[in-house]
């Protein structure tokens, strides 16, 4: 006993504080007490309402606020039927594909997912797309049954989601807004192994002009299409970031090309994953981590002779990767899967302001008050109200 009572003390400490860590981990008290990184506790009120004081809430207004950082609560998941994350193959998309296909025209979905509360902002995504001859394509992807019927009602193409949003409660994401990231990118799956050219947007983007479908039209021979953001060649591989909230996959491409892009975004989802579990108390963009990770660790080399300082200083060019990876790759180079970055001028992030752009297509402002996103379960009034003060401000919130 002596001897192994000096093994103890001659380990280091962070060795006696990873045990205690375990033993607390498998006696459950970590889960109701915390542990370093802060306390947390289940929530004891319902975490969402969509009827307040006798009349529907405003967006965001029936969510749980008066949090501070380190004390978000969560709702504990049900143990019944319990699966290990990324439900590829457990929901049912048969009626997804279906309706976008009803809606697609020339195989062409434009695709975004709204909650309740989200049900104005997709109300002006929806309006833009009318005035910008996109509604042809459109569709939302109601993740709760409340935005269903009230969307239906407005007469935009929706289709119903909660079922399959509803299989990631048998995860280990204990928050609204880690599901609804993880659905969306599991959806727009579906449709592009369907066969369906789908471009995914957030509810909060605007279509500004006529030109979207021709614009993707002309670059058959890229298979993932994505958004960039920031652009600074000693930070960036390939001399901008990638905004994976604004993604194309070309559903339409031969069958070895759609498995390739299949295979690539289900290993990026399920790495997001990894992020979410081990870092469940971060924020909740770890889908979009898993998607970077993804990109850098499949050897992305620009085509063209084009160097990350090339790319950086022209965004308003397109710039195509490939990502040579044996795992994305066929049996030749040049059947590897390839990436394009899009032109910042046609398709400016939210940084840059949209209506400053004659050729822009798409365009979306961010919030202007910054606010503690980690355990955040969904966004409150204020961002709502703060989001669209802004966007009426650019223009950008239609009558």
Same mark, same amino acid.
């Given at each position: 006993?002596?001897?192994?009572?000096?093994?103890?003390?001659?380990?280091?400490?962070?060795?006696?504080?990873?045990?205690?860590?375990?033993?607390?981990?498998?006696?459950?008290?970590?889960?109701?007490?915390?542990?370093?990184?802060?306390?947390?506790?289940?929530?004891?009120?319902?975490?969402?309402?969509?009827?307040?004081?006798?009349?529907?809430?405003?967006?965001?207004?029936?969510?749980?606020?008066?949090?501070?950082?380190?004390?978000?609560?969560?709702?504990?998941?049900?143990?019944?039927?319990?699966?290990?994350?990324?439900?590829?193959?457990?929901?049912?998309?048969?009626?997804?594909?279906?309706?976008?296909?009803?809606?697609?025209?020339?195989?062409?979905?434009?695709?975004?997912?709204?909650?309740?509360?989200?049900?104005?902002?997709?109300?002006?995504?929806?309006?833009?797309?009318?005035?910008?001859?996109? %509604? /042809?394509?459109? &569709?939302?992807?109601? +993740?709760?049954?409340? =935005?269903? @019927?009230? *969307?239906?009602?407005?007469?935009? #193409?929706?289709?119903?989601?909660?079922?399959?949003?509803?299989?990631?409660?048998?995860?280990?994401?204990?928050?609204?807004?880690?599901?609804?990231?993880?659905?969306?990118?599991?959806?727009?799956?579906?449709? %592009? /192994?369907?066969? &369906?050219?789908?471009? +995914?947007?957030?509810? =909060?983007? @605007?279509? *500004?002009?006529?030109?979207?479908? #021709?614009?993707?039209?002309?670059?058959?021979?890229?298979?993932?299409?994505?958004?960039?953001?920031?652009?600074?060649?000693?930070?960036?591989?390939?001399?901008?970031?990638?905004?994976?909230?604004?993604?194309?996959?070309?559903?339409?491409?031969?069958?070895?090309?759609?498995?390739?892009?299949?295979?690539? *975004?289900?290993?990026?989802?399920?790495?997001?994953?990894?992020?979410?579990?081990?870092?469940?108390?971060?924020?909740?963009?770890?889908?979009?981590?898993?998607?970077?990770?993804?990109?850098?660790?499949?050897?992305?080399?620009?085509?063209?002779?084009?160097?990350?300082?090339?790319?950086?200083?022209?965004?308003?060019?397109?710039?195509?990767?490939?990502?040579?990876?044996?795992?994305?790759?066929?049996?030749?180079?040049?059947?590897?899967?390839?990436?394009?970055?899009?032109?910042?001028?046609?398709?400016?992030?939210?940084?840059?302001?949209?209506?400053?752009?004659?050729?822009?297509?798409?365009?979306?402002?961010?919030?202007?008050?910054?606010?503690?996103?980690?355990?955040?379960?969904?966004?409150?009034?204020?961002?709502?109200?703060?989001?669209?003060?802004?966007?009426?401000?650019?223009?950008?919130?239609?009558?």
């Amino acid at each position: 006993m002596r001897a192994l009572a000096l093994l103890f003390a001659l380990l280091p400490l962070g060795a006696h504080a990873q045990r205690g860590r375990r033993r607390r981990m498998l006696d459950g008290q970590t889960r109701r007490s915390g542990d370093a990184m802060g306390h947390w506790v289940e929530a004891l009120e319902p975490m969402h309402r969509t009827v307040c004081e006798g009349r529907p809430c405003r967006p965001g207004e029936g969510n749980l606020k008066g949090y501070h950082h380190w004390s978000q609560p969560y709702e504990p998941p049900s143990d019944e039927g319990k699966i290990r994350y990324a439900p590829f193959g457990v929901g049912d998309y048969a009626p997804l594909i279906s309706r976008a296909r009803a809606v697609a025209r020339e195989g062409f979905v434009v695709f975004a997912a709204a909650d309740y509360d989200y049900r104005e902002m997709v109300e002006n995504w929806w309006r833009s797309a009318q005035r910008a001859k996109v %509604a /042809e394509h459109a &569709l939302v992807y109601c +993740l709760d049954a409340e =935005s269903m @019927v009230y *969307l239906s009602a407005k007469g935009l #193409a929706t289709v119903n989601g909660t079922s399959n949003y509803l299989v990631w409660m048998r995860t280990r994401l204990h928050r609204h807004i880690q599901r609804a990231l993880a659905e969306r990118h599991t959806a727009l799956l579906s449709l %592009a /192994e369907a066969g &369906l050219d789908v471009l +995914l947007t957030d509810a =909060s983007h @605007v279509f *500004l002009r006529p030109g979207l479908q #021709a614009y993707f039209a002309q670059h058959t021979d890229v298979d993932v299409l994505v958004q960039r953001g920031k652009c600074n060649p000693a930070k960036h591989v390939v001399g901008c970031s990638l905004v994976w909230n604004f993604l194309f996959l070309r559903g339409s491409a031969p069958a070895e090309r759609r498995t390739r892009i299949s295979g690539w *975004l289900k290993a990026s989802v399920n790495l997001g994953m990894v992020d979410f579990y081990l870092r469940w108390w971060m924020g909740h963009h770890c889908i979009f981590m898993g998607y970077d990770k993804s990109f850098r660790a499949a050897r992305p080399t620009l085509t063209g002779g084009r160097t990350p300082a090339d790319v950086a200083a022209s965004p308003s060019q397109l710039a195509i990767v490939t990502l040579g990876k044996s795992s994305v790759c066929g049996a030749t180079a040049s059947l590897c899967l390839s990436v394009g970055l899009l032109p910042a001028d046609v398709f400016p992030g939210a940084d840059y302001k949209a209506s400053a752009h004659p050729l822009a297509l798409v365009g979306r402002v961010n919030r202007p008050e910054a606010r503690h996103r980690l355990r955040l379960d969904r966004y409150d009034e204020l961002d709502f109200d703060s989001l669209v003060r802004e966007m009426r401000k650019q223009d950008m919130w239609l009558p």
